[in-house]
């Protein structure tokens, strides 16, 4: 099986940055797309960026040009750089990696999930 594991969580105030970071071990050949969601209280999980093994990233709307996502593929890592942190920004950060397969045609997703890592941005 495959493990997430996060780290670089914390309280952050309005303006301020940080840099989370993922690392995928385990049954590994190649992992597909990396990402971060987050989930803030009375929320549901939405997509905070992703990147593909060749690089090819996408953001949601609300982080777009303050956030950074990347990855080494070597290494099976992801970070976000997050920068100019707001408020709505307080949430669980959760990395994925899909490690989904192709069969003929078709692609099924196989997703794993960190455990998930607080930040927080508050004065």
């Known amino acids: 099986q495959v493990q997430l594991v996060e780290s670089g969580g914390g309280l952050v105030q309005p303006g301020g940055s940080l840099r989370l970071s993922c690392a995928a071990s385990?049954?590994?050949?190649?992992?597909?797309?990396m990402g971060w969601y987050r989930q803030a209280p009375g929320k549901q999980r939405e997509l905070v960026a992703v990147?593909?093994?060749?690089?090819?990233?996408n953001y949601a709307d609300s982080v777009k040009g303050r956030f950074t996502i990347s990855r080494d593929n070597a290494k099976n890592t992801v970070d976000l750089q997050m920068n100019s942190l707001k408020p709505e920004d307080t949430a669980v950060y959760y990395c994925?990696?899909?490690?989904?397969?192709?069969?003929?045609?078709?692609?099924?997703?196989?997703?794993?999930w960190g455990q998930g890592t607080q930040v927080t941005v508050s004065s």
């Open positions: 990147i593909t093994s060749g690089g090819r990233t």
């Open positions: 994925n990696a899909d490690l989904g397969r192709y069969s003929g045609v078709y692609y099924a997703r196989n997703d794993y």
């Open positions: 385990g049954d590994i050949v190649s992992i597909n797309t």
